[in-house]
């Protein structure tokens, strides 16, 4: 298991890009066979996974976010981050980031979650 931190601005206006970034404290995002995950949770729904970053730079998408979502990492720092564009405010909720190793079924570490708003 790693340690992770999730920081972001908490409230964003529509339209606007949010920027997220998750800290390891623990442990490299370059470790073999780990992916790194943004997840979100809106509020009163369940969890939805919306991309992934892997050890080895590879990056996927879930469909519904893929036009306005990037993820990206600075190895040096172990931090992972996430934009969003053209936000709405169905966009609020809970926004996470985990990491799973190859062939788990399970993610073996989470942060804490950040609070987004999303409202003018």
């Known amino acids: 298991q790693v340690q992770l931190q999730e920081s972001g601005p908490g409230l964003v206006k529509p339209s606007q890009t949010l920027s997220l970034t998750c800290t390891v404290s623990t442990g490299s995002i370059l470790t073999a066979h780990t992916a790194w995950s943004w997840i979100r949770q809106p509020p009163g729904k369940g969890l939805e996974w919306m991309g992934v970053i892997a050890y080895d730079g590879y990056t996927y998408y879930s469909p519904s976010l893929k036009s306005r979502t990037s993820i990206s990492r600075d190895n040096g720092k172990k931090m992972v981050y996430l934009q969003m564009d053209s936000l709405k405010p169905e966009d609020t909720g809970v926004y996470y980031c985990?990491?799973?190793?190859?062939?788990?079924?399970?993610?073996?570490?989470w942060g804490r979650g950040t609070q987004v708003t999303v409202s003018a």
């Open positions: 985990a990491r799973k190793l190859y062939g788990s079924a399970d993610y073996d570490s």
